[in-house]
C-alpha cells in the first residue's frame, strides 16, 4: 500500500475444525471492528509506514493451532519540487528549470499550462522551457511537474510559475557638481517598464533623505564624501526582471578656506592691534567683522590693524571673524580670532612686616599676576636674601645695621613681562618684639565647591601657626599655614566665614594674628526655553535666563548657525540638514560665573507641519475587474501625489486625487499593493501620507493529481490534489466508492467500490470554488488496476574479499524481466539484465565488508517493480607479519620472535633450517632455538602462515635470521702533545643495528666512555690506543691504534730598530719546535711570517704576541710590551703603489712625513707629461688627470720638500697605479 493508505481490507480464512480466529500485528494500528474478524479493516497507525513492512498474523483455534501470515509492504509517498517561481524578461524565453521528486519516485514529467514547449523530454527533470508568444502576451505561465512510476502511491505535483515582464529601465539623472559646503543634493531619478520599486546607493557614506527607496530623494554628503570630492550615486530596481540600473556622478568642488589667524593674547594698555588672515580656493576675497567697538583701518584687506576702544579694553577680549565673499556656488565661510587683553603686571611685595629683633630673618611673599613669575628683590639695608634675590618666596637675613636702623624698605621688581610693562612694589620690615602673621588675601568660593586654599605667612620670630574659625567647618591641619579649610553648610548658609592665624613663638617675641575672609558664592542657573516646533528652515527666536552668571553661549547639535552664538537672545538659522534630519538640539551654557562651574540646558527644534493625506478605504477585488477608483483627500494644501508599491499606473496621472488605479501584471503576483497618497507643495515641511491597501483575488486554480494505477488489487487511495486561491474544494466520482473523511478534504483517501474495479476503473473530479469576487475551477484524475510482480534475488552468500567474482541466480515471476542493482562500485558480467550474471567487485566494494544486490522487476506496465535483496558477506583475507628480519651474534642463543597476525584463528611457524620453536610453532611470539648447521648456514629464513581460514586462503611472511657481527670500529684523534688535551672521536659504522657502548684504553694507564672523550700525556713517545664498541644485539667489536705523543713548541722573539713611528722594526724569532708563526702586532696588525717587519703609525704603548703551532698542532705564545713615540721630523716617504678603487683604503697618494715648511709633489705619466701636482700635504693625488680616471700602469714622482727644521729633501721615484 501506499503510506498515504489510511485503512487496510484483510481476507482471513477458516478450513477444518476450526470455528474462530484471531489477528495479530508488528504494527501499532487497530483492527475494526475487532481483532476476531477475519474481514477485518486494519486502521494504519502514524508510526507504521516508518517500520517499512508490517506482518499480520491469522492464528485459528484448530487442534494443531494453525497460523498463517502476511506481509504488508508500505511504500512512501512520493514528493515532488519543480523548483522556485521565476520572473524573465520578454526577451529572455528560454527558461532553465531544475525539479526533483522523491520518496516513492525519482522520475517526473514536466507539463504546461501554456502553449510554450520543452528543450529536452519532458521527463527531464533539469530541463529548459521555450516560452511562446502566447506566454509572453500573457505576462506568464504555470509549469507543472507530476512524479510518475509512484506504484501504489498517488502520483504527487508542483507547479512553477513564471513571470515574463517588460525589461525595466531606470535614469539616476544628469551628473551633477556642488560645493563642499552647499552639497545637499536633490535628485531625479526616473523608470519605466516593469520597474516599480527602487533603491539608491552610494559610494561613499552620505544619507538619502526620507530614505534611498524614493525616487527624487536628497542625498546629503558626509565629511568623508566632501574629503574625497566626487562620488558615484547608483538607482537600481529591485524587482525588475533584467536589474536595471543606472549611475551619475556627484562632484563636490572644496569650500572656501578661510583662516582668520591664531588666537592672541595682548597686555591691556596696548590698543593697536594687527590683523592677519588668509583666504584661498574659489575666492581669495573677504570682509573683517568685530565683536568691539573699535575701527578696522580697511575691513576688505587680509592684512590690516584695529584701534581698540576704550570699552573693549574694559571688555577684556574682542573677537574678529573673518569671512569669505565671491563665493560662487558654495555658501560663505567664516573662522574667528580672539584677543585676549590681559590686565597690566601687578606686582606685589606683600604687606609690610613687623617682625621680632630675637630671629635672624622674614619670610617674603612677593606675588605677579597677569605675567610671568619671574621678579628679583633689592633692599634700602645691607641684609641678604636666600636662597636668592630671584625667588618669589626667599627669606631675608637682616644684618646688624638693619635692625639698628629701625626699618628697611624692600622692593620686588618683575621680569620677563612680555607685552607689557614692568611693574615694582615695597614693602616696609620694622623691626619690634612681635612676630609676624599673614593670613592671605580673601577668597570667593562657589556653594558647590566649598573646599578653600589657605595661603598663610609667618616669620619674625615665629616657629608656628595656629587656625580658627568663626563658623563651623574644619580644617585639614590646623597648624599649615597653607592647609585647606572645608566650609560646613552653616558656613554656606552664612555666605561667609572669617578664618583667624595666631603664630606660635618662643623667647622674648610676642606672638601675632591676621584673618582671612572667605565669601560663598550661589551656584548659577540657567534655562534655554521651551522645545519649538518649526515647520520650515526659517530663523528660530532664542531667548536663555541665566541666574548666577553674566551671560551664555549657544552650541548645535546640527550644522545650523547663530546670529550671535554668545547672545543669550538671539537666532538660530537651521541648515537643510536640519531639517531633513527631523530635529536638531541647541545648549546654552553659562559664562562669567567664577568661581562657579558652568550649568547648560538644551533646547530641541522639531521640524513638521500640519499637512494630512487620506487615500481612502481598503479595496478587494477579483484580478478579472483590476481597476480601481480612487478618491484621495488632502489638508494643509490642495494638491497630492499616488505613489504604488506595484507595477501599475494612474489615469489620467498621479496628481489626480480622483484617478483610477491600472494594475500591472506583477501586481497579481504581489496580491496586496500599497496606493500611498502624499501631500505636495508643503513648503518645507514634511509631507502628509495615507495608504490604501488594494488585495486582489486571483481566480481559482486546482490540480486533482495523476493518475492512479493500482498495482496490489482495490484499495483505498491517498490523494494528492494542490488547489490555490480558492475558498473551498469539493471531489466527485463516477463510480460507487467512498472519500474519507469527507469530500471536501483536498488529499482525501478515495476507497474504490467492487463494482469501480468491475469497470476497470473511475474518475475522479475536484472543483475549487473561488472567492466572492472570483468565479471555480475543476480537474480530473483517472484510478485503474494492474499485474502481479515477484522477484527473488536468491539466499544471501558469504565470500572472500579477494577480488574473485561473485556468481549471481535470480528469478523472475508474473513479467518478463528483471534488472540487478548494487550498492558497490563493480560491474555486471555480461550486463545487469542478466538473471544469472556475474559481478565483479571494484576495489571499494572490498573495504565495504557486505555488498546488497537488488532484483527488480521490469516490464511493470507503470506498476511499482517487484524486488528482493541479495546480501553478500565480504570477508578480508587473513594477514600474517613474521617481523623484521633479525642479527645475532651468538648462533647457540634462543632467539625472541614477535609474529603478528589477522582474520584467521591462528598461524604456525616453519624454518628452512633446523631449529625449534618453544613454547611450539602455534604461538605467533615463539622462541626459535638454532641448530649447529643453523649457524653453519650463517642464516635461515623463519616462515609464519595463517590457519583456519574457512573463506580465504592462507597469508604467508618470512623473516631473515643472520648470524654476522654489524660492527666495524674506528676512531680519530687530534692535538698528541705532551700536557695538553688529546681528542678521541669514535668514527664506527654499523650494518643496521645501532651502537650503544663505547669503551677506551688510551695506553697511559687512563680510560674513557663515550662517542667523544680525551685525555692528557705526561710524556712524550708512542702509546697504542684501543676502542671496544657494543651493538644493540649484544655484539661488540674492537680496534687499535697507535698515537706518537710529542713535546709543545717554545715560542720566543725579539726586536730591532728605531721605536718612532713611521719607522720600521724588524723582529727576530727565537722559538723553538714550530712550524707556523703567527703575530699581533697590538694595532690591528698583524703577520704569518715568521721575522716580520712593521712600523707604527701612532705613539703608544703595543704588546706585541707570538704564537707558534707545531706539527701535531699544539701552540704557544710570548709577547713583548713597545713603546713607540712620535717622530718629530720625519723625511718625506712615498708608498711605491696605490689603489684608487673607492674602497675607503690607499684610496690617495700623499707624501709622509714631515712636518714640512715647503712641499712641491709631481706626477707624470709614461710620455713625460705633467698630470697632477701639489703643494699641500694633505692634498694627494687621487689617480685622475682634468676629473677622469687613469689607467692601471706606472707613474714617475718628484718631491722637493722643506721640513720645520730648515733641511731639504729632494725625493723621486716610481709608483705603480692598480685599480
Known sequence: ICASTATVQLAGSIAGNATQGHWTTTGAGSFVPNADDANAVYQVAAGDAALGTLTFTWSVNSCDNAADQMVLTIVPVSTVNAGSDQTVCFGSLNVVINGSVGGASSTGVWSTLGSGSFANPANALANIYQASAQDSIAQGVDLVLTATNTGSCAAASDTLHIAILPAGTVSAGVDQTFCANNANVQLAGTLSGDATQVQWSTSGTGSFYPSNTVLTPTYVPSA?????????????????????????????????????????????????????????????????????????????????????????????????????????????????????????????????????????????????TNGSPSGTWTTTGTGTFQPSADVLNAQYYFSPADVANGAVVLTFTATNTGTCPSGSDQMTLTFGNTSYAYAGADQSLC?????????????????????????????????????????????????????????????????????????????????????????????????????????????????????????????????????????????????????CSAVSDVLTISFGGGYTAQAGNDVITCSTSPNVALSGVVNGTTTGVWTTSGTGSFSPSATDLNATYIPGAADFVIGNINLVLSTTNNQGCPAGRDTLVVSYHVPPTVNAGADHLLCLGVQPVQLNATALNDSLVHWVTTGTGSFSPDANSLNAVYTPSANDSIQGGVYLILT????????????????????????????????????????????????????????????????????NATYVPSAPDLLFGQLSFVLSTTGNMGCPAGTDTLLVNLHQPSTANAGLDISTCDASAPVQLNGSFTGAPGVQWTTSGSGSFSPGNTAPNAIYQPSAADSAMQQVFLVLTTTGDPYCAAAVDSALLSFTNPLNPAFTFSNTCVGSQTAFVDASTTTGLPIIGWNWDFGNGATGAGQQTGTTYADTGLYTVSLTVYAQNGCSATTSQTVQVMASPVAGFNYSGELFTEEAIAFTDSSQGGNNWQYDFGDGQGSLDRNPVHTFLEAGQYVVVQTV?????????????????????????????????????????????????????????????????STDPLFGWDGTYKGQPEINGTYVYTVVATSTDGQQHDRAGKLTLIR
Open 224 to 368: 568623508i564624501d566632501t574629503a574625497i570630492g566626487s562620488l558615484t550615486l547608483t538607482l537600481s530596481a529591485v524587482n525588475t526582471c533584467n536589474n536595471a540600473s543606472d549611475a551619475m556622478t556627484l562632484t563636490l568642488t572644496p569650500a572656501p578656506y578661510v583662516n582668520a589667524g591664531p588666537d592672541q593674547t595682548y597686555c591691556d594698555q596696548v590698543s593697536v592691534f594687527p590683523l592677519s588672515g588668509t583666504i584661498s580656493g574659489i575666492t581669495n576675497v573677504g570682509q573683517w567683522t568685530t565683536t568691539g567697538t573699535g575701527t578696522i583701518a580697511n575691513a576688505g584687506s587680509m592684512n590690516t590693524t584695529y584701534t581698540a576702544s576704550a570699552a573693549d579694553i574694559a571688555a577684556g577680549q574682542i573677537t574678529f571673524t573673518l569671512t569669505s565673499l565671491n563665493n560662487g556656488n558654495c555658501g560663505p565661510v567664516s573662522d574667528n580670532m580672539t584677543i585676549f587683553l590681559t590686565d597690566g603686571i601687578i606686582v606685589s611685595a606683600g604687606p609690610d612686616q613687623s617682625v621680632c629683633v630675637a630671629s635672624d630673618h622674614a619670610n617674603l611673599q612677593g606675588t605677579i
Open 447 to 595: 556653594a558647590n565647591a566649598p573646599i578653600a586654599q589657605l595661603a598663610g605667612n609667618f616669620s619674625g620670630g615665629a616657629t608656628g601657626v595656629q587656625w580658627t574659625t568663626s563658623g563651623s567647618g574644619t580644617f585639614s591641619n590646623t597648624t599649615n599655614p597653607a592647609a585647606t579649610y572645608t566650609l560646613s553648610n552653616a558656613d554656606i548658609a552664612a555666605g561667609a566665614v572669617t578664618l583667624t592665624m595666631t603664630t606660635i613663638t618662643s623667647g622674648s617675641c610676642a606672638a601675632a594674628s591676621d584673618q582671612v575672609l572667605l565669601s560663598v558664592n550661589a551656584i548659577p542657573t540657567i534655562t534655554a526655553g521651551n522645545d519649538v516646533i518649526a515647520c520650515t528652515a526659517g530663523p528660530v527666536q532664542l531667548a536663555a535666563n541665566v541666574t548666577g552668571a553674566t551671560g551664555g553661549s549657544w552650541t548645535s547639535s546640527g550644522t545650523g548657525t547663530f546670529f550671535d552664538a554668545n547672545a543669550l537672545a538671539t537666532f538660530y538659522y537651521p541648515s537643510a540638514a536640519d531639517s531633513l534630519a527631523g530635529s536638531v538640539t541647541l545648549t546654552v551654557t553659562s559664562t562669567g560665573m567664577a568661581p
Open 1109 to 1173: 703551532t707545531n706539527a701535531a698542532g699544539c701552540s704557544t705564545s710570548d709577547s713583548l710590551l713597545i713603546a713607540i713615540q712620535e717622530n718629530k721630523i720625519v723625511p718625506p716617504k712615498l708608498p711605491d703603489a696605490f689603489s684608487p678603487n673607492g674602497d675607503g683604503v690607499n684610496d690617495v697618494f700623499y707624501v709622509r712625513g714631515g712636518p714640512f715648511k715647503e712641499l712641491h709633489l709631481r706626477i707624470y705619466n709614461g710620455w713625460g707629461e705633467l698630470i697632477f701636482e
Open 768 to 835: 475549487a470554488y473561488g472567492s466572492g469576487t472570483c468565479g471555480n475551477a475543476s480537474d480530473s484524475l483517472f484510478i485503474g488496476v494492474g499485474p502481479t510482480r515477484i522477484a527473488n534475488a536468491g539466499s544471501d552468500m558469504d565470500v572472500c574479499a579477494d577480488g574473485s567474482p561473485i556468481q549471481l541466480g535470480g528469478t523472475i515471476t508474473g513479467v518478463s524481466g528483471g534488472t540487478w542493482t548494487t550498492n558497490g562500485s563493480g560491474s555486471f558480467v555480461p550486463d545487469a539484465n542478466a538473471l
